[in-house]
């Protein structure tokens, strides 16, 4: 079918269908999107290649194909691209979040100690995203950091990643000195609500923090139905 011959023609092809990337219409541009993902190894380095433009136009869709794409396809190519200049970095970091794979962890804890540039803030993400084991100590480890902005990231990112492990961590944070953090906190509690917490959250219903407060009671009443 058309589909197959576009695939058949590999680069030429993937050339092609980048030039859609501009197109107004949607249906079309999903579509070359689509193809893009399937065509495999021959569409990685140009649709790479779209990250370094500044049109987000261009580069939207090209992290949209890539983030489709079959990760054993795609992961070591992006791997290659890891230490370019932001604010290519970020990008290669999205996508990687959004293939899931265990291989970018290592890269993706690196970079979260990495204060030259706004990386860390999309690894916290990228972290929680892969919902792999393996990316819980590393995100876990975060909370003791001594920025209170990656604390606050890690805990909401802590809440995302919905992992019981992360319970007692998290609990120790409601007693942060920066109230943004024990919010973040409070609110990763109440996604991952266990009765098993009563005794220890019970203490911040008397929080300064009004929102806090309101959190906590709302965890204590979900937990009254479970």
Not at 126 to 146: R, S
Not at 169 to 191: E, F, H, Q, T
């Amino acid at each position: 079918d058309e589909n197959y011959k576009l695939i058949q023609m590999g680069e030429e092809a993937v050339l092609l269908l980048i030039a859609y990337f501009n197109v107004k219409d949607k249906e079309l541009k999903q579509k070359a999107i689509k193809l893009l993902a399937e065509m495999g190894e021959v569409a990685i380095e140009p649709l790479v290649s779209c990250l370094k433009t500044q049109d987000s136009e261009i580069y939207w869709n090209a992290i949209y194909a890539l983030r489709q794409s079959k990760p054993e396809v795609t992961i070591k190519k992006l791997l290659a691209y890891t230490n370019t200049p932001e604010p290519m970095r970020w990008k290669i970091v999205y996508i990687l979040a959004w293939l899931g794979h265990p291989e970018s962890i290592n890269l993706l804890t690196s970079y979260v100690e990495d204060r030259s540039s706004e990386i860390w803030k999309h690894c916290t993400f990228a972290l929680a995203k892969l919902k792999n084991p393996q990316a819980l100590a590393p995100l876990m480890a975060i909370l003791k950091d001594p920025s209170a902005d990656l604390r606050k990231l890690a805990a909401q990112q802590l809440g995302e990643f919905a992992d019981p492990n992360a319970i007692e961590s998290l609990i120790a944070l409601l007693g942060d000195p920066n109230p943004n953090v024990r919010y973040n906190a409070a609110y990763a509690l109440y996604k991952l609500a266990d009765k098993k917490m009563i005794p220890a959250i019970i203490s911040s219903l008397e929080d300064d923090s009004s929102e806090i407060r309101k959190t906590i009671a709302n965890i204590l009443d979900r937990l009254r139905y479970q």
